[in-house]
Structure formats: C-alpha cells, structure tokens
C-alpha cells in the first residue's frame, strides 16, 4: 500500500529554521507533484508549497520567501525548508503526493506533522 511518511515536525522558537521531509512508498504510478499544505487549528487545509515533475514550484503568498520545497526524484521523496518562522505558521503540515496514469489523477495524503512555533 501507499504509505506517507512525515518527520521533523516539532517546536520550534519564532525566527528559527525548521526542515520538513516525506519519504513516499509503494508509489505504483508516475508522480505529477509532490507538495505540502498546512492545516490551522479550525482551519481550512490549505497550500503552503508545491512542486511539480518540470520542476516548477508554488507557494503562498504568506511563505513566500522563506519557504523552499525540493524533491528527490529516485526516491519520491519532498522536502520544506522552513525558514524565520513565524507563531502563524502553527499547522499541522500534510504531504502531499499526487499520480498521474491513464488519464486520471490520484492524491495519497501523509497523517500530518506538527509544527508549532512559539513567541
């Protein structure tokens, strides 16, 4: 089966770095992007940072800056580079992998990580 795994999630003080990683397993078909969106407590899920198979990339207008995503290929593996952190960017972060065969796409979805950033 599908499996999503996210790590390095933690506390983290407002201004510092933080570097999220997802390793995917069992991936069967081709990946189209790999991403991570964030969830607030209450809040809608929402993008953070994306990034697609010709390597383009997008982030919210709130990360921008300061956020990188990158991916590794061989391994279907995404990772954000999280920098100047902020107590807003408090979420729990989702991976997300999405595939692409035979016409269709197909979202896995990781269990969420938490990121909690104090003043």
């Known amino acids: 089966q599908v499996q999503l795994v996210e790590s390095g999630g933690g506390l983290v003080q407002a201004g510092g770095p933080l570097r999220l990683s997802c390793a995917a397993s069992?991936?069967?078909?081709?990946?189209?992007?790999m991403g991570w969106y964030r969830r607030a407590p209450g809040n809608q899920r929402v993008l953070a940072a994306l990034?697609?198979?010709?390597?383009?990339?997008n982030y919210s207008d709130s990360v921008k800056g300061r956020f990188t995503i990158s991916r590794d290929n061989a391994k279907n593996t995404v990772y954000l580079e999280m920098n100047s952190l902020k107590p807003e960017d408090t979420a729990v972060y989702y991976c997300?992998?999405?595939?692409?065969?035979?016409?269709?796409?197909?979202?896995?979805w990781g269990q969420g990580t938490q990121v909690t950033v104090s003043s």
């Open positions: 997300n992998v999405r595939t692409f065969y035979s016409g269709y796409y197909q979202d896995y």
């Open positions: 069992g991936i069967r078909f081709r990946v189209s992007g």
């Open positions: 990034i697609t198979i010709d390597g383009s990339t």
